[in-house]
């Protein structure tokens, strides 16, 4: 069974950081390219960021690209995203991916609240 735990949510002010950490199981991590999604409150949700396997290229979606930061640790199975200079319209529910440019499937996520 696939298994991805989120962690690392919190409330922040605008202009702080985060980091998020999502531990894997049950399928080979090192073989699958792995994202990062959202979903804000009341909206669709959105892919943000992939990591390729194998050449650890990334890709980013524009509204956080040159802020976040995709990476991973194929050794212990986890997978990261920092999140820097953080605004309000951050805020929503973040959730790691298995697979490449895709919202599913994902685990329950956690939440990042950007607020003064």
């Known amino acids: 069974e696939v298994q991805l735990v989120e962690s690392g949510g919190g409330l922040v002010q605008p202009g702080g950081s985060l980091r998020l950490t999502c531990g894997t199981s049950?399928?080979?991590?090192?073989?699958?390219?792995m994202s990062w999604a959202r979903q804000a409150p009341g909206k669709d949700i959105e892919w943000i960021s992939t990591?390729?396997?194998?050449?650890?290229?990334?890709w980013y979606a524009d509204p956080v690209r040159g802020r976040f930061t995709i990476s991973r640790d194929n050794a212990k199975n986890t997978l990261y995203l920092q999140l820097n200079s953080l605004k309000t319209e951050d805020t929503a529910m973040y959730y790691c991916?298995?697979?490449?440019?895709?919202?599913?499937?994902r685990g329950q996520g956690t939440q990042v609240t950007v607020s003064s």
């Open positions: 049950g399928f080979g991590f090192k073989n699958n390219d």
């Open positions: 990591i390729n396997t194998i050449s650890r290229a990334t």
């Open positions: 991916v298995k697979g490449g440019f895709v919202t599913t499937p």
